[in-house]
Each structure stands twice: as structure tokens, then as C-alpha cells.
């Protein structure tokens, strides 16, 4: 490495976040000086391949729209680039960027404090501007996106294509946000600590109102809180409340009057809040249809179908049922049908009805109806054993932690397909299933599938004889109306299911090895050939690429060209195997495209980052900027600008702690690095700041693109005593509209901040002021701040002082002020 010597002092745009510019103010431009002729020791440089920083998925917001519309929406991503491609994985819909990220985020306050803040924290992102597309005829539902860059490819993200009308939180207000007429969506999110959203409307009609809550199910961490509250008279009174403490979503129907207005918060269980934490709080008028048994019907069929929610019957709050006559469709091509009947009451319900090729039978509740009127197919949980497969049979668990048995005869060398369904049929119930044989022994169990909570299980028959399905629930939501689940029992023949990561990277003129997973059914142990469609131009597989027999998994080395682009593509896996059956003697091929993945070809970077403490922590003033120094070690072959960044992904509760995007000229080994330690930082916490590295190289085909590595080890720092206080002498005052006034502000700097200071108002909304420069010694100055005529009400300013320390890192304390405006 060379040794540099440069005495020249860096300007350095700082891309702070927008909390960073209101609250903490460090100024536009930092003078950084170089610490000129240091040989850097580079002892413990790695002198393999580096690692790249690969992307992460991020969030949307709002989370989705509805269809024939085209709306603008933020894309959150975890270290993406301004080079980023997007995918989504349904035909017609479009997400595409409309410019550059902004910069990293960093939480507003509040802030946790005590063990909380030791917690580790929510990812750093940058926001893109984006436009979501979804063409008319697109159906509602759950539609799955990804990203990729030179650096790698992301996870997989979730939008949701809905049928409601769609209305966006409006940020900023503690008052509720008053909404149209019902029924419609509101897009929102839960950005800080201890945030509450709320919602208002008036019923237009006396009745249900439905209230369902998506967040888990766009990828969020968020733990929903909603409470109902009735507002028409003071002081208000709550009407229903729901808690999701499992992770699950939730929703909740609450009864409403004609002409009474209507309240509906959200917070999160905890009280966090983050940017990441979107939601889509739909709100529908009427019955809500919750559960029908049986939860499918056999195609072509009509039976009867007891429809489980709230409203059926009586039209109140009530978890009620209703019976309808139900014709199935016969159409092969479609997995499910909406069925809309009339209630009783006179309102329109509908429900999403699964469609089966089996038979479908129903088990007897514990305390049947005594209505005399027709049934579907009913099994005895005490007949004798079933032995016409495949089935599916619908029951309702009638006790808390129930289970339930069926018997079922079997014939050595069968092999069965066991299903436990509750989520795929609308229901909380958290199933798992097991086989026992006629002594009692447990012969095989499995429980929730990867992804959800329903349960599956592949069973092989090892001698003739009559076998015990169980069926269990651990949520303890039996015992209600609506504890409704669906087994599907069905013989199985030779097959084979192929798996693949959601992505992968392959490096640009190297090779990586791909795992591919099998799971074997109904005894099928020969060997599969495998196929590769859609892969990038210059990256291959071997042409004998094959999982071996009675293997489970297999590593499949692909390369990629040393001319090859650095690009992404959708890419699907097919196998190949001969399948022989030996009770007919018959062979068949079998042909499965049943594995997808997002494929990058990836750049390897020109450099390393490294913090010249290696984990060593430092002391240093709260309220000041700590100068972190950053070693870049470059390759030979490249001497361009590196820009330095936060990492997304930092240890423990930023407390607003953060850094500048800065750029590292050419030929600079040494950097320092401005870390801001807000005042309030506990003086009992180490904190650690972790920078990337971030490059633009052309690619083997010219194309430029941008590589993101991490630096290795973390610049720690330890906060002491502040150098910089200052307080309001009234820290409340109360004026008229428009009106200006003064307020008396006292400041105590240490010895170590002897020049001048800088006194201003953060920005406000209706209020302006001059700044004031400080001499030497002056700990006390009058603020004249002007308001306009704004509303009467309580109004939350600060003003910040900003010292220097030799003219490099700023030093900033700031004070809280309350003005009330009152109308004369």
C-alpha cells in the first residue's frame, strides 16, 4: 500500500437524514481534515475474494392498490443502489423506480432507554421512489416481488392487490384522521416509538363494521393494537378491542348506529414503531363470513353449507350460523369460487369456497343442531375405519387444545399424503397431525409447514391394518364456532418435489454451488436430471447436472463467464427422472418445473473497509461528533472515489447516533469519519457505528455498475459528559395568534468550546427566527421569534446551539420551548 501525504481539507456533502436537519442540525458541510503522511498497518487484511454486500428486501408504502390503477408509492431497501432491478412475480403487474434513493433513514425520536435500548435495532433504509402498475382483472391477493444488483439478490417482498378503495395516512397529526364513507382501505404505518394512529368515521347505517388489519402478511414486524371507540359523546367510550400477540394479523367486527361517529386506533403491542412497520387497516360495513363447513366442496357437487360469522343471522355482534344450499362448480381449471348469499337480516355476505376433486365429508359437531334440515356426508368419529381414499373431511374442534381421530385402513406399501388445513381455510387454529398404529404407538407426526401453521405429513404404510389420524390444535381456540379445520387424506404414487433458495448469487468469471432440495414420495428413490431455463447470458450448469439416488439434496456448481454482465434473471429449475411403479411394471418420465429462483451475477469489490481500532472503544463527549478512522485498502487496478455510508444494519438502538455519506477522493487510505453522538446518549452504553464502502465499476460488458462492500470491524465509542448545554429560562409561554415574542435561552459550554456559537429555531411550521452568533463567553441570550396567525393549540418548538471543535465536528445542544397560542 502506498503512503499518502495530502494536507488539502475535504468538503463533504452531508446527505443527513430529514430528523437529522430538523433536530440535531449538523451543518450542510463538514470540513473533515486528512490526517496527512500516516503509513497505514495492514496486517490482517483478508487476501482471499472479498464479499460483497448483497441487498435486502425492504417494504412498500402504501403496500399495494387495487386493480386498473397506477399509483406512487416509497420503496424501503436494506444497502440497495441506485442501480437496483425489480421483479415481480405476476403477470402484468409493474413495479419500477422513478429516481435515486434518498438518504439513509434514521429513526426520529422518541427513544428507548435502559434495556430496551440495548436491543438490536430495526435496519437503516433508503427510500426510492417508486410506481406500482396493476392492469384491470388483476385478482386480490398476496403478489410476491424481489430485487437484485451487482451485489446480489434480495429475499422475497409482499404486496397485496385489494378490492377496497384506498386512502393514505396522513403523517404528522395526533387528532384523528377523518375518512370517507365505508367500505375502503387505509395505507399507514407505525414510524415512531410509542405512535398512535387513529382513524375517525361517521355510520352511514346502523350495524356490523368489519375491521382487519395486514401487516405480518406484508413482511412487517408489527404487532397490532386496534381499539373501537365510540366518540359521539365526551369523553368517549371503547366499544371492542383486539390484540395480535402472535404475530398473525388480526381483525375484529364491532356493532355501530346510523349517525354516530366511530374512532379506530392502531399502535403496536410494544409500542415500537419504524419505518418499515406498514399496515393496510381495511374497514367493511356488514356480516363478515369467517368459516364455512365443509371448508371445501367436490366439484360438481350441491350440498349443504353452514357459513360461520358474525352477523349471519341476527345481524349483531354475535359469532352465528347460517345454512345455504351450495352448488359447486365443476370448472378443473380453478382452485376456489366467491359464494354471495342474503342473510336474514337482508344483508349481502360472501366467502371464498375451495374447490376439491376429492370427496368431502363433514364430522358431526359435539352438540349438533336440532334443525331438521338436510346435512352434508357425515363420518362417525366412531365408525368403522374409512377405506375409500383419497377424502377430505371438515370438523370443528369443540374444546380448547382438542384433538381429533379418524380411522383409516391401510395396505402395506401404501403411501399416503396427510393434510392438516386451518390457515388455508381462514382459520387461527394451529394444527399438527400424527399417525398412530392400533396399540397406540406413534408411528409419525409433523407439524406446521414451512411458513405457516397448517401441518403435512408423508406417511408409508408399513403393513396391512387400520391406522389413527390425529388431528391437534395447540392455539386453545377450540371450542368456538369458527375452530374449524380440514383434513385431507389421499394415496399418493412415485414423485418428487424440487426446492431452491429464493436467490442466489453466482460471481462474475467464478463458480458457486447451489443446493438444491428434494423431497421423495410414495418411494420413489431413483435419480432426477435437472434442467436450468432462464438463466443469464454467460452462466451454465453442468450438463449432467442430477441429484443421485435416494438422495435428499444436491450441490450443483454454477459459473458464470468471465465476459458475462452483471444482471439478474428469474430462473426456473426442472427435473427429470423415470418413474417406475412396480405393481404394473410401468415406466414413465415425470417432468416437474416446480423451482424457481432470482439468479444475479455479481461483481466482485475493487477494495476493503476497515476501522483502524478494530472494535476498540473510545470516550467521547455526548452532543459532539466523534471522528471515526476509516482505513480503504484498494486493489491495484483501481484508484477511484469510494463513498463512504452507514451500513444498514448497526448494532443495538441507534438512539438518533449517525453518520454522513461522505466521498473519499482518490489516493486517500485514511479517513475520518464524522459519527454524531446525540446529548442524550446514556453514559452506561458502548455504541458502534459500521460503514460501507461503496464503489462504481464498469462491468465485463462497460456497463456501469455500483458495489457495496461492508467494513469489517465496528468503530465503538463510549459517551461522557456533554460539551455544550442549553435550557430555556420559560420553557413555557403562551401567546395570541401572530403575535412575536421572546424567549430567554441559557448556555454552559465547556473551556474546550471557546469560539463562537450558533443559536437558531429548528424548522416549525408558523414560526420563524433569526439565527444569533455567540461570542466567547456569552451563557445567556434573548430569541425573538415570530408567529404567524395560526390556529389556537399547543405548539412544540427547539431551538438548537451549534459549536465547533477546532472547526472540523460540530457540537450541538438543544432545548425544548411550549408555546400555546390562545384566541383573545
Not at 398404529?437 to 409447514?449: I, P, S
Not at 426446492?499 to 448469487?505: H, I
Not at 486517500?668 to 442524550?680: A, K, T
Not at 469489517?712 to 448545554?725: E, N, Q, V
Request: proline fraction near 8%; charge should be negative; hydrophobic fraction near 40%.
Amino acid at each position: 500500500m502506498s503512503e499518502r501525504t495530502d494536507n488539502q481539507s475535504l468538503k463533504i456533502d452531508h446527505r443527513l437524514s430529514a430528523s437529522a436537519q430538523r433536530s440535531r442540525g449538523l451543518a450542510a458541510v463538514v470540513r473533515l481534515c486528512l490526517v496527512a503522511g500516516i503509513a497505514l498497518i495492514v496486517s490482517g487484511w483478508a487476501t482471499g475474494v472479498r464479499a460483497q454486500l448483497p441487498p435486502a428486501i425492504g417494504y412498500l408504502h402504501p403496500g399495494g392498490g387495487i386493480p386498473g390503477t397506477t399509483i406512487e408509492l416509497a420503496i424501503g431497501g436494506y444497502d440497495w443502489t441506485p442501480d437496483m432491478e425489480l421483479f415481480v412475480h405476476e403477470p402484468g403487474v409493474r413495479l419500477e423506480l422513478l429516481g435515486p434513493p434518498g438518504p439513509v433513514l434514521i429513526p426520529d425520536p422518541p427513544y428507548w432507554f435502559g434495556k430496551k435500548a440495548r436491543r438490536s435495532p430495526f435496519p437503516l433504509p433508503r427510500e426510492f421512489p417508486a410506481r406500482l402498475s396493476i392492469p384491470p382483472g388483476t385478482p386480490p391477493g398476496i403478489v410476491r416481488w424481489q430485487a437484485a444488483n451487482a451485489n446480489g439478490a434480495t429475499a422475497t417482498g409482499r404486496l397485496v392487490i385489494s378490492d377496497l378503495p384506498q386512502v393514505l395516512e396522513t403523517p404528522g397529526s395526533d387528532d384523528p384522521q377523518d375518512l370517507p364513507s365505508l367500505p375502503l382501505v387505509v395505507a399507514g404505518r407505525i414510524e415512531r416509538i410509542e405512535e398512535i394512529d387513529r382513524y375517525r368515521f361517521v355510520a352511514e347505517r346502523s350495524g356490523l363494521v368489519t375491521c382487519e388489519c395486514l401487516s405480518r402478511g406484508l413482511g412487517a414486524q408489527l404487532n397490532a393494537v386496534i381499539v373501537v371507540s365510540d366518540v359521539s359523546d365526551e369523553p368517549g367510550r371503547v366499544i371492542a378491542e383486539a390484540v395480535d400477540s402472535a404475530g398473525r394479523d388480526l381483525w375484529l367486527s364491532f356493532p355501530v348506529e346510523a349517525g354516530r361517529s366511530y374512532v379506530v386506533a392502531i399502535h403496536d403491542l410494544d409500542y415500537r414503531g419504524d419505518r418499515s412497520f406498514v399496515y393496510r387497516l381495511g374497514l367493511r360495513p356488514g356480516p363478515r363470513v369467517v368459516a364455512a363447513v365443509p371448508a371445501r366442496g367436490q366439484r360438481g357437487e350441491t350440498v349443504p353449507v353452514d357459513f360461520i360469522g358474525y352477523g349471519l343471522a341476527s345481524g349483531g355482534a354475535d359469532l352465528e350460523s347460517v345454512r345455504r344450499e351450495v352448488t359447486f362448480p365443476a370448472d378443473e381449471t380453478s382452485a376456489a369460487f366467491d359464494y354471495r348469499f342474503e342473510t336474514p337480516s337482508g344483508e349481502h355476505a360472501s366467502f371464498r369456497l375451495g374447490l376439491s376433486a376429492n370427496r368431502e365429508l363433514v364430522r358431526p359437531a359435539a352438540q349438533p343442531s336440532t334443525a331438521a334440515t338436510a346435512t352434508a356426508p357425515e363420518i362417525e368419529p366412531d365408525a368403522a375405519a374409512v377405506k375409500e381414499l383419497p377424502l377430505g373431511i371438515t370438523g370443528v374442534i369443540d374444546e380448547r387444545y382438542g384433538e381429533h381421530r379418524y380411522r383409516i385402513t391401510g395396505l402395506g406399501g401404501e403411501h399416503w399424503r396427510l393434510r392438516a388445513e386451518a390457515t388455508a381455510i381462514g382459520s387461527s387454529l394451529d394444527l399438527s397431525i400424527a399417525v398412530q398404529d392400533d396399540t397406540g404407538k406413534e408411528l409419525a407426526q409433523a407439524d406446521d409447514v414451512a411458513g405457516g401453521l397448517d401441518a403435512e405429513l408423508l406417511f408409508a404404510v408399513p403393513a396391512d391394518g387400520v391406522y389413527e389420524i390425529v388431528v391437534s390444535d395447540s392455539s386453545s381456540g377450540g371450542g368456538r364456532l369458527d375452530a374449524v379445520y380440514r383434513l385431507e387424506v389421499e394415496p399418493i404414487g412415485l414423485g418428487y418435489r424440487l426446492s431452491l433458495p429464493e436467490s442466489f448469487a453466482v460471481p462474475i468469471g467464478g463458480k458457486a454451488g447451489l443446493t438444491v432440495q428434494v423431497e421423495r414420495f410414495g418411494g420413489f428413490q431413483g435419480a432426477i436430471e435437472l434442467e436450468f431455463e432462464g438463466l443469464p447470458d454467460g452462466v451454465a450448469a453442468p450438463a449432467d447436472a442430477r441429484i443421485p439416488e435416494k438422495q435428499v439434496k444436491g450441490t450443483i456448481e454454477m459459473t458464470a463467464d468471465a465476459t458475462t454482465a452483471a444482471a439478474a434473471a428469474v430462473v426456473t429449475l426442472r427435473g427429470k427422472a423415470e418413474m417406475v411403479e412396480e405393481t404394473e411394471g410401468d415406466v414413465q418420465e415425470s417432468s416437474h418445473p416446480n423451482a424457481r429462483m432470482l439468479l444475479a451475477t455479481t461483481l466482485s469489490p475493487p477494495l476493503e473497509v476497515d476501522a483502524e481500532g478494530q472494535d476498540d472503544v473510545t470516550k467521547w463527549p455526548r452532543g459532539s461528533t466523534f471522528p471515526g478512522p476509516v482505513l480503504i485498502r484498494r486493489n491495484e487496478d483501481f484508484d477511484g472515489p469510494v463513498k463512504l455510508e452507514m451500513t444498514s444494519r448497526q448494532g443495538r438502538h441507534r438512539m438518533g447516533i449517525e453518520g454522513p455519506e461522505v466521498v473519499v477522493p482518490p489516493g486517500v487510505d485514511r479517513y475520518l469519519y464524522p459519527v454524531h453522538l446525540p446529548e442524550w446518549l446514556e453514559t452506561t452504553r458502548t455504541s458502534r457505528m459500521v460503514v460501507n464502502g461503496v464503489v462504481e465499476i464498469p462491468d465485463p460488458q462497460g456497463n456501469l455498475r455500483t458495489v457495496v462492500v461492508r467494513q469489517k470491524t465496528r468503530m465503538g465509542f463510549l459517551p461522557t459528559g456533554a460539551l455544550l448545554a442549553l435550557a430555556a429560562d420559560d420553557p413555557i409561554i403562551t401567546i395570541e395568534p401572530g403575535q412575536e415574542f421572546s424567549a430567554s435561552v441559557i448556555i454552559d459550554r465547556a473551556v474546550a468550546l471557546p469560539g463562537l456559537l450558533r443559536l437558531e429555531l429548528e424548522p416549525a411550521a408558523g414560526f420563524e427566527a433569526e439565527p444569533r452568533m455567540l461570542e466567547p463567553g456569552q451563557t445567556d441570550v434573548t430569541m425573538r421569534i415570530r408567529a404567524d396567525p395560526i390556529a389556537a393549540g399547543e405548539y412544540d418548538l427547539t431551538l438548537r446551539a451549534t459549536a465547533w471543535q477546532g472547526a472540523d465536528f460540530p457540537v450541538i445542544a438543544r432545548t425544548e420551548l411550549t408555546v400555546i397560542v390562545e384566541t383573545p
